[in-house]
């Protein structure tokens, strides 16, 4: 292969102050967790390569293991590499493709990961993940498969249900998607038509789509990829409405792959991204499923129709839960890539002179340049870190939740709502400024980035529109201020209500002091949250009434929870940079990139921290 790297990117790389290797072992979880990850790919492309010689393959091996940074454009020369060489007919770039070829050639690659993935015994979550996500850069038809139906079987689902649907999904016996939008709503769960009648006779659910609103619209593999729904409805028993319930229903024949009886379902069409997922609508004629294909780990319906309510109605919300934490994981290496991308590439293209008559320069010795990535690098290692402080949180409320204890619910739904939120939005913001530093290149397919733009700005709407997620954690901050307003002992999370004071020790011409930039956010969330719950108050003053008033004080409610998120983000950066172990030219650095991300932050909302003084 004897790829020679760019001599402008052999200089910058050898300008390094640190050594990627730490940084590279933390960011993946040690050197193990990294070797693994390194492995998988060149494992699989020596096997679908089958004239790669095996000196080509060590030099990718070493190029893994050189430069993280550097992996995505390695990946991407690999997969061409692959393309040539791959067994059956080859891997193509999709980007060519009728939406139709796209979807059968990721479908085609999804399906050959899926099985080298049980060849191989990947048990691992994140191994999977990185393995599908070489052979499957865009949207993988499976993805729902993957996530939210595992997920909903898992947290719905009693033991017997698990025993007896897990090992289905895991062998790819079926083929899941989770069914709960509809054509009429997303967003307010309360309003989906869909109803789930039990029929005490035969002890079946008769599942129906009574109006064309009431049309599931939107879940992936819908179109064409699924066989099994977790499908969510309102449940009517004994003449009552009981609230959403998921369901396992069969949705095409697992040999000929034909819809059952009862059962219209199709592609929604062409999408602004995710091109190669089958998005889809489900039209259900009085489906019957049998009683026991109710998921009731919380709650259940009886043989003879009495329903047993769950502990808590918000259980039946958990597997959005769950999602939002990948997607506010993921947010972070998405930006991360395009970052990647248009660094190198910022460091090989020259255009136009600094000193006229110097020759044209690397456009990365440009300021402007510099500022427009250097920050989305650091936001997306707060992105990262964020997400790995969020999952300490996000793992002990779940391990209390599995024993009974849910009284952390409310504080993990505001996190994961609020974070999803802020991660997706500040992932687009950055995608969106790496494709334009790249000039009209960043707007060529080829450069990866604008795919990754249109398929992952969805997450600001799928999983919870971004808006309405923040306003979801402005309920839990809202309460939090009243209680502080009271002198009530308040969450951990949030006690900074009650505490944060800005007094500031950092004088304009000194090197701002790391405390001090905690301080500030958390001391402008406290602002804007206290700020919020009084617009609320003052609207209740006037005379409104509780939704009235809420409605009044959305816009500032949705800043508390985006001004909580980022005080969230800054505090975790700057803490687990300083607390990492790293060797001190490591950790210098990485407090410069924690002081670059926080300044940089102030400038944009310099509104909310000039208020606070
Ligand atoms: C950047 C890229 C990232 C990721 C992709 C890359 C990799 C991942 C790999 C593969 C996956 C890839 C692709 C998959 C693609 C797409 C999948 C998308 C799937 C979906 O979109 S599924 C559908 C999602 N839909 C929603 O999220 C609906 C949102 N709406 C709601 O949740 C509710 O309607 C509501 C919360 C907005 C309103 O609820 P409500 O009507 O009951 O009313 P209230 O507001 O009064 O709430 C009542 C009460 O309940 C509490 N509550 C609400 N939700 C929860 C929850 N989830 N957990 C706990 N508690 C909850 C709420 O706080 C209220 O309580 P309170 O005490 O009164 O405040
Ligand atoms: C790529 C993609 C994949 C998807 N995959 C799935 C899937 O697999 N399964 C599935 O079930 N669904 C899926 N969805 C659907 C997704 O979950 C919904 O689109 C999402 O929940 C938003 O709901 P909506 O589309 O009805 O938007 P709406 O809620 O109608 O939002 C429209 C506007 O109304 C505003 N709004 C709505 N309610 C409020 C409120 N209470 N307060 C203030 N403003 C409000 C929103 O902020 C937004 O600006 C997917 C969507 C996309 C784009």
């Given amino acids: 292969m004897g790829k020679s790297v760019n001599p402008d990117l052999a200089k910058a790389r050898s300008q390094a102050t640190f050594d990627p290797a730490n940084l590279t072992n933390y960011l993946y979880g040690g050197p193990e967790k990294l070797r693994r990850k390194r492995y998988l790919p060149a494992f699989v492309f020596k096997e679908l390569c089958t004239e790669m010689s095996l000196t080509d393959l060590c030099l990718i091996f070493l190029g893994l293991l050189t430069h993280v940074s550097d992996y995505l454009g390695l990946t991407l020369s690999i997969e061409n590499m692959a393309a040539k060489e791959y067994k059956e007919e080859g891997f193509k770039s999709t980007d060519d493709m009728s939406r139709e070829e796209a979807y059968e050639e990721s479908m085609r690659r999804a399906v050959y990961t899926n099985k080298r993935v049980l060849q191989l015994n990947l048990q691992d979550q994140e191994e999977q993940y990185y393995f599908r996500e070489i052979f499957v850069p865009g949207a993988n038809p499976f993805a729902l498969h993957y996530v939210m139906f595992k997920d909903a079987i898992n947290t719905q689902g009693t033991e017997d249900q698990i025993q007896k649907w897990l090992p289905l999904a895991e062998t790819y016996a079926v083929t899941g998607t989770y069914a709960q939008t509809e054509l009429g709503h997303g967003t307010f769960l309360r309003g989906l038509e869909t109803t789930a009648e039990y029929d005490v006779q035969r002890e079946e659910f008769i599942l129906n789509t009574p109006t064309i609103t009431s049309s599931k619209f939107w879940p992936g593999a819908l179109g064409k990829t699924a066989n099994v729904a977790i499908l969510n409805a309102k449940l009517i028993t004994k003449g009552r409405n009981c609230g959403m319930q998921s369901f396992w229903v069969p949705l ?45 780990r919380y709650s259940k319906v009886l043989q003879d129709g009495t329903f047993v309510p769950p502990e808590n109605d918000r259980l039946v919300y958990v597997p959005m839960t769950q999602f939002r934490f990948v997607v506010i994981g993921r947010s972070g290496w998405t930006l991360a890539k395009a970052v990647t991308v248009a660094t190198r590439y910022s460091a090989v293209r020259r255009q136009s002179e600094i000193t006229p008559g110097g020759g044209e320069v690397q456009i990365l010795d440009f300021q402007t340049q510099q500022h427009k990535l250097f920050t989305q690098i650091a936001s997306a290692y707060a992105m990262i870190i964020a997400a790995k402080a969020a999952k300490d949180l996000y793992d002990s409320a779940f391990s209390k939740m599995e024993k009974g204890n849910l009284e952390d619910l409310p504080m993990l739904h505001a996190l994961t709502s609020s974070m999803k939120a802020f991660n997706t939005w500040e992932m687009a913001t950055g995608v969106e400024q790496c494709r334009m530093a790249c000039g009209g290149h960043g707007y060529l397919l080829a450069s990866g980035i604008p795919q990754m733009y249109t398929d992952m700005v969805s997450a600001c709407t799928y999983e919870g529109e971004n808006t309405v997620m923040c306003l979801q954690a402005a309920r839990f901050l809202n309460k939090c201020q009243e209680a502080a307003n009271k002198g009530e002992r308040l969450p951990q999370l949030t006690r900074f209500l009650q505490t944060s004071r800005l007094n500031i020790s950092s004088s304009l011409d000194q090197d701002v002091d790391l405390n001090d930039i905690i301080a500030a956010y958390e001391f402008r969330a406290a602002t804007v949250i206290s700020e919020a719950n009084a617009r609320l108050n003052a609207g209740l003053a006037m005379g409104k009434s509780q939704s009235e008033a809420w409605n009044y004080a959305s816009q500032l409610l949705v800043k508390a929870a985006l001004a909580f998120s980022h005080w969230f983000t800054v505090r975790a950066l700057i803490e687990n940079m300083r607390g990492a172990g790293f060797d001190n030219s490591t950790e210098t650095l990485l407090l410069q990139l924690a002081k670059l991300y926080a300044l940089d932050g102030m400038l944009r909302y310099s509104g909310d921290f000039r208020k606070v003084g």
Avoid: A, C, W
């Fill in 252 to 296: 095409r024949h697992l040999e000929t792959h034909q819809p059952l009886p009862g059962i219209t379902v199709g592609d929604i069409g062409p999408k602004f991204g995710y091109h190669t997922s089958d998005n889809g609508f489900l039209q259900l004629n009085r489906v019957r499923i049998p009683r026991e294909n109710m998921l009731m």
